[in-house]
């Protein structure tokens, strides 16, 4: 069955420096990746889609890399701020329009 | 655009009883998906309805059943409820099939489902 996994640990930074979130996943190739932000209380927000052919996606302090080798994708958020504070989903299309999502790291930045 | 309702927020029911959930998608999407949410299990599919049909499953008891109106707007139904069931229920839209960007989905805020 399919598999993604996310560091379940918090994952606690300095204002300023660079967030870097782990999403692994198994037993599948997929298409594209997508990445949301979920906050408390509230449904996930979409963030950024990277495709299987590209290597990395920018979008202002928002980066990712795909690598299918590895089955790997990186989501890096630079010159963190405390409003970047949230929980970090990837997910991934295995059939037709059914998504499956990792469990989410928790980011904290502090000031 | 506004974007997706989803009525009630809040719950609370008791074991045995039975729910219904809605979901107003953003206008012009046609695909409508509902999850669960819960701390252990993480964000999980429950199913997908397109034009009125039922287009994909996840894997949940019949218990978990969904509708989708010719208005889009979607709506699922939870029988003989168990302490289980105790989560945070969103529902998605997408362009999926629509003739738009199927990828991206726009989540609601939820319903929070309490069972006793």
């Known amino acids: 069955s399919q598999k993604i996994e996310q560091n379940s640990e918090a994952l606690n930074i300095q204002e300023g420096k660079t967030a870097t979130l782990t999403c692994n996943y198994t037993n599948y190739s997929p298409a594209y990746l997508q990445w949301y932000r979920q906050d408390p209380g509230r449904g996930p927000v979409f963030l950024l889609l990277i495709r299987e052919n590209e290597k990395e996606k920018r979008k202002e302090r928002l980066k990712v890399t795909f690598d299918t080798t590895l089955k790997q994708s990186l989501f890096h958020i630079t010159a963190s701020q405390p409003a970047d504070s949230a929980t970090y989903l990837c997910?991934?299309?295995?059939?037709?329009?059914?998504?499956?999502f990792g469990s989410g790291t928790k980011l904290n930045v502090k000031p | 655009k506004a974007g997706v309702t989803q009525t009630p927020r809040y719950l609370i029911k008791t074991r045995g009883q039975q729910v219904t959930l809605s979901c107003s998608p953003i206008s012009g999407h046609r695909s409508v998906s509902w999850y669960q949410q819960t701390p252990g299990q993480g964000l999980q599919f429950l199913f997908e309805?397109?034009?009125?049909?039922?287009?994909n499953k996840g894997n949940f008891p019949g218990r978990f059943s969904g509708r989708q109106f010719s208005n889009s707007r979607s709506e699922m139904n939870v029988s003989t409820l168990e302490l289980g069931d105790s989560a945070l229920y969103l529902c998605?839209?997408?362009?999926?099939?629509?003739?738009?960007?199927?990828?991206?989905?726009?989540f609601g805020p939820g319903t929070r489902l309490l069972v006793l």
């Open positions: 309805y397109f034009s009125e049909t039922q287009r």
């Open positions: 998605a839209s997408s362009a999926a099939g629509s003739g738009g960007a199927q990828e991206t989905q726009y």
């Open positions: 997910a991934l299309e295995r059939d037709f329009n059914k998504f499956y």
